[in-house]
């Protein structure tokens, strides 16, 4: 007689499915709804985390890419018509899969932005706490360097001297 009592969280497990279907989830908002269906269903979870490393995966090689593409610019001299050598690079990349260069930009900007939130979480802290804004701030000057887009690399263009990376 005993085992056919549901357990407690089979109850709550039924509620919670109950929830889910209609008219119910209208009322529900969309976040409340998504954590329900990740809770009763920890394979769609994991599925998540996977497609979403495996779309990283592939921003870091196209980043990777766009990178090999304004280092063949600077080799050539190529002077693009604006916009900067990594812009240039970042259209032709897009040209190549056949997509809008702001679109590609957009994604790059996310996946960047996310690895930054990514770290915050880790450690429990905003993303405006002062350590990760100065880390921030510092890969960006590196990111700089590299692409030579630093003030001093620009002075030495325009003056003709050879600037060093």
């Not at 497990?13 to 954590?35: F, I, T, V, Y």
Request: hydrophobic residues 30%; charged residues 40%; positive net charge.
């Amino acid at each position: 007689m005993a085992d056919d009592k549901p357990t407690l969280t089979e109850q709550i497990r039924a509620h919670l499915e109950w929830l889910l279907q209609e008219p119910q989830r209208s009322r529900l908002s969309p976040k409340l709804r998504h954590a329900i269906a990740d809770e009763l269903r920890p394979g769609r979870k994991l599925l998540k985390q996977q497609q979403l490393a495996a779309a990283d995966q592939k921003t870091q090689l196209e980043i990777d890419a766009i990178d090999e593409i304004a280092e063949r610019m600077r080799k050539n001299g190529e002077l693009p018509d604006s916009g900067g050598i990594e812009k240039a690079a970042l259209a032709e990349y897009a040209d190549r899969l056949g997509i809008e260069a702001e679109s590609l930009e957009r994604r790059i900007r996310r996946y960047r932005e996310r690895g930054w939130q990514e770290l915050a979480d880790t450690f429990r802290v905003p993303l405006d706490d002062p350590d990760i804004v100065r880390m921030r701030k510092e890969e960006d000057r590196i990111r700089r360097e590299k692409s030579g887009r630093t003030r001093q690399a620009i002075r030495q263009k325009k003056s003709g001297q050879t600037p060093i990376y």
